[in-house]
Nanobody, 123 residues
Framework: QVQLVESGGGSVQAGGSLRLSCVASGYTYGSKCMGWFRRAPGKEREGVASIRSDGILTYADSVKGRFTISQDNAKSTLYLQMNSLKPEDTAMYYC??????WGLGDIMASNYLGQGTQVTVSS
């Protein structure tokens, strides 16, 4: 079992920044892929970013150049640095972990999910 706890969400104005964190605990050795997806009210879930143990990073087109995913293995923590935030980034953001992934769709079908952290961007 893997437990994931997100933090760092909040309310910001457009153009602002936030950094989300996700602390993983439990049997994390088998989770070679971690990432973030989001769900906005009335919209489909959207994979945002993923990072694999081989160093491959994947981003949704909607966040490329603005968001950066990173990982601190020593702290068992996954990060999502979000810059130049837009109102359309408003959503609940979820951390996810799974054995492997080939794309952002796999992140949304992960074995382990966090409880989510709300991000609200006002114009």
């Amino acid at each position: 079992q893997v437990q994931l706890v997100e933090s760092g969400g909040g309310s910001v104005q457009a153009g602002g920044s936030l950094r989300l964190s996700c602390v993983a605990s439990g049997y994390t050795y088998g989770s070679k892929c971690m990432g973030w997806f989001r769900r906005a009210p009335g919209k489909e879930r959207e994979g945002v970013a993923s990072i694999r143990s081989d160093g491959i990073l994947t981003y949704a087109d909607s966040v490329k150049g603005r968001f950066t995913i990173s990982q601190d293995n020593a702290k068992s923590t996954l990060y999502l640095q979000m810059n130049s935030l837009k109102p359309e980034d408003t959503a609940m953001y979820y951390c996810a972990a799974r054995g492997w992934c080939w794309g952002l769709g796999d992140i949304m079908a992960s074995n382990y999910l966090g409880q989510g952290t709300q991000v609200t961007v006002s114009s």
